[in-house]
């Protein structure tokens, strides 16, 4: 079984700044990809920034300007990520997901879901 654990949620001002957190723990032969998501309320989940097994980043649109391409980051052999958010505004108010593409062994791929912690943009 895998488990991702998000941390680093939390209340900050509008023009803040949050770093979010994510760990993958248990049978774990690799990763792939690794990702951010977020969901407001009444709206769909969307991805906010992701990064390949080879450390490739991406950001998203809504979120592009503001979160640059150093925002994500990873430890292959820690099996983290990380996302650095910068100059927050409140409409990125939302539970934020941390996504994995875990190998739990040779062959085989299945993505998995963190728990979600809370982001609150608001003076």
């Known amino acids: 079984q895998v488990q991702l654990v998000e941390s680093g949620g939390g209340l900050v001002q509008p ?3 949050l770093r979010l957190s994510c760990a993958a723990s248990g049978k774990i032969f690799g990763i792939h990809d690794m990702g951010w998501y977020r ?5 769909q989940r969307e991805l906010v920034a992701s990064i390949t097994i080879a450390d490739t ?14 925002t994500i980051s990873r430890d292959s052999a820690k099996n983290t990520v990380n996302l650095q958010m910068n100059s927050l505004k409140p409409e990125d108010t939302a539970v934020y997901y941390c996504n994995a593409g ?7 791929r299945n993505d998995y879901w963190g728990q ?3 982001v609150t943009v608001s003076s």
């Open 15 to 17: 023009g803040g700044s």
């Open 39 to 43: 969901q407001a309320p009444g709206k």
């Open 57 to 70: 980043p991406y950001v998203a649109e809504p979120v592009k300007g503001r979160f640059t391409i150093s």
């Open 102 to 108: 875990v190998v739990p062994g040779p062959g085989l």
């Open 116 to 118: 979600g912690t809370q």
